[in-house]
């Protein structure tokens, strides 16, 4: 499934020598309000009045008011009179539309693409199908000459990897599944059931896995998940490189913007609410 490959397309854009607008310059206080006062409308089930919008984002009411009628004017807010009360409107629907019609993978791709870049890593998205397996729906890779590829469509078993021990984490498999689970997957280098249990235990502490070549020869994985509604895990985002190239440090660092991206797709396209 896995193998490394040298390859140079000159086509491939040039990411690091492509300015960015992210990072440049500094962030307009009057959008950052105005989203904080979206957010606080879209968190709330029923409409809601000035008072507790300005309280909970964190805004002035008379800035608040301003930024209302503003919202409401371009209809991505909508004002009941009759209980002075807001909700959402139909104009945020229509702004949401195109991402509406993209697939869960299709909006994690990406971000996750921005951490493989930034880490020289290929990265990868598996969907978690039902019984457990592992499908792989998307790979990304660096502008690298040397990378590790993966084959898209590819199927792993529930436990296998640093994507296996995620998904143990996530779904508090007991020590019996994992054990089981473990015998089912083709190693580079079997682990022993207590070295994949401490895998599986650090990964429930730090949100994030990590296979150091057990899996993939050569290969250090990193993976993390988004949940769905019941806490599920419904895909693992994960990164790979080989092993060395990074340091413990820099792995670590890998692995909380996995974490972050995983809890970041789970509440923006499954809803889930950030803990």
């Given amino acids: 499934m896995e193998s490394t490959e040298s390859h140079?397309?000159?086509?491939?854009?040039?990411?690091?020598?492509?300015?960015?607008?992210?990072?440049?310059?500094?962030?307009?206080?009057?959008?950052?309000?105005?989203?904080?006062?979206?957010?606080?409308?879209?968190?709330?089930?029923?409409?809601i009045p000035l008072a507790a919008i300005a309280r909970s984002a964190g805004v002035s009411p008379s800035t608040t008011l301003n930024i209302l009628r503003t919202l409401v004017n371009e209809g991505i807010v909508l004002f009941h009179a009759s209980a002075k009360s807001y909700q959402l409107g139909l104009g945020l629907?229509?702004?949401?539309?195109?991402?509406?019609?993209?697939?869960?993978?299709?909006l994690a791709e990406p971000l996750l693409q921005q951490i493989a870049s930034r880490h020289s890593a290929t990265a990868t998205i598996w969907m978690v199908r039902p019984g457990g397996r592992l499908l792989l729906a998307a790979r990304?890779?660096?502008?690298?000459v040397i990378r590790i590829e993966f084959r898209v469509a590819s199927r792993l078993p529930p436990y296998a990897g640093a994507t296996g021990a995620m998904v143990a984490a996530a779904r508090g498999a007991s020590?019996?599944?994992?054990?089981?689970g473990v015998g089912q997957v083709r190693w580079a280098h079997v682990p022993t059931p207590d070295q994949f249990l401490s895998q599986v235990?650090?990964?429930?502490?730090?949100?994030?896995?990590?296979d150091e070549g057990y899996l993939i020869p050569g290969v250090t994985s990193v993976a993390a998940v988004a949940k769905g509604a019941g806490d599920d895990p419904r895909l693992v985002l994960s990164a790979h490189v080989f092993q060395s190239q990074l340091s413990g440090q820099e792995l670590d660092r890998l692995g909380e913007e996995l974490r972050e991206l995983g809890a970041h797709v789970g509440s923006a396209v499954y809803r889930r609410r950030p803990r």
Avoid: K
Wanted: glycine share 6%; proline share 7%.
């Fill in 8 to 47: 140079c397309d000159p086509n491939w854009l040039d990411l690091e020598a492509t300015p960015h607008a992210v990072g440049a310059g500094r962030d307009v206080g009057a959008v950052r309000q105005a989203l904080a006062v979206l957010r606080v409308i879209s968190a709330a089930r029923e409409p």
């Fill in 93 to 106: 629907l229509e702004l949401a539309g195109p991402l509406l019609i993209r697939s869960d993978v299709e």
């Fill in 140 to 144: 990304l890779v660096p502008d690298s």
């Fill in 175 to 180: 020590t019996a599944d994992i054990e089981a």
């Fill in 201 to 210: 235990d650090q990964a429930r502490q730090r949100g994030y896995a990590v």
